[in-house]
C-alpha cells in the first residue's frame, strides 16, 4: 500500500476504520485505566453509537474515500480508536511495539494485516506512544508527552523525523484534543491546558488572531483560532 501524510488537512484519499461492536455495555464496564478512575467518563450509547458510525463512514464514502474495515475481535474492546494503534508521517507507518494498556495489545496485529505493507514502510517504536498524540505538519510532528505517549518512544522516533514534544500532563488524554492543524494557515488551540513553555512555543509560531465568537469566549477553556503561517522553523 502507498502511504503519504504530510499534514493534517489534505484531502483524505483512504482510511482505517472498526465498528465499535466490542465496547463494552456501558453499565457492565469497569474501568481499570488510572486516567478513567482519575477522572471519571461519559456515559455511552452503544446502538446509538454504532449508527453515528455508521453514518459517518456512509458521508466519507460519498466523498469517494476508500474504507478499510478491521475485523473486530470480541477482547479488543478500544479496536475502534484505529488513530492510537498507529500513525503515518510521510511514507511510514510508526506504531508502539508494546502498548501501555493490556487491553489494547494485539490490536496492532489486526490493523497491520489490513494494510499489507512492506517491512521497510513499518517502525516499531520503544516505550508507549499513541497516534492521538501525534499531529503532522510538513514532515514534522508535534508529539504530546502525555500518560499514553513518553519520552522514550520520542526520542526514536526524532532519529526518523522532525520532532517537537508538548507537554500533557496527567489531565490531557492526547495532544488532539488541545490542538487541531486547520488549513489556511490555522489552528484551533486551547492553550489554558498548555504548560507556560509550549504556551510561549505556540503563540510565538502562531500570530496572534483570537476568534471573536462569544461562545468560544465564553468557555472555560479559551478556545482561540489563530494563524500557524511559518508554524515551524
Not at 25 to 38: A, F, L
Not at 154 to 172: A, C, E, R
Not at 184 to 204: G, I, M, N, R, W
Request: hydrophobic share 35%.
Amino acid at each position: 500500500m502507498k502511504l503519504h501524510i504530510g499534514d493534517e488537512f489534505s484531502p483524505l484519499k483512504k482510511v482505517v476504520v472498526c465498528y465499535g461492536t466490542s465496547i463494552p455495555k456501558v453499565n457492565d464496564y469497569q474501568p481499570t485505566d488510572p486516567q478513567e478512575i482519575k477522572w471519571g467518563w461519559k456515559k455511552w450509547d452503544n446502538e446509538k453509537l454504532i449508527e453515528q458510525q455508521y453514518n459517518f463512514f456512509q458521508k466519507l464514502k460519498q466523498y469517494q474515500v476508500e474504507l478499510i474495515d478491521l475485523n473486530t475481535k470480541p477482547s479488543l474492546t478500544w479496536q475502534m480508536y484505529t488513530r492510537d494503534i498507529g500513525f503515518v508521517i510521510d511514507d511510514t507507518f510508526y506504531y508502539a511495539a508494546k502498548r501501555t494498556l493490556a487491553a489494547r495489545n494485539g490490536e496492532i496485529d489486526l490493523l497491520l494485516k489490513a494494510i499489507n505493507l512492506n517491512p521497510n514502510q513499518i517502525v516499531g517504536l520503544p516505550g508507549k506512544i499513541e497516534g492521538g498524540d501525534v499531529l503532522i505538519n510538513n514532515s514534522t510532528a508535534l508529539v504530546g508527552i502525555s500518560n499514553r505517549t513518553n519520552q522514550e518512544a520520542i526520542d526514536k522516533l526524532s532519529k526518523y523525523v522532525k520532532v517537537k514534544p508538548i507537554y500533557l500532563g496527567d489531565s490531557v488524554m492526547h495532544l488532539d484534543t488541545v490542538l487541531t492543524l486547520l488549513p489556511k494557515q490555522y489552528a484551533l488551540v486551547c492553550l489554558d491546558l498548555l504548560s507556560p513553555e509550549d504556551k510561549t512555543f505556540l503563540e510565538k509560531k502562531i500570530p496572534s488572531y483570537s476568534s471573536n465568537d462569544q461562545r468560544t469566549k465564553a468557555t472555560r477553556n479559551q478556545r482561540f483560532y489563530r494563524q500557524h503561517q511559518n508554524y515551524f522553523c
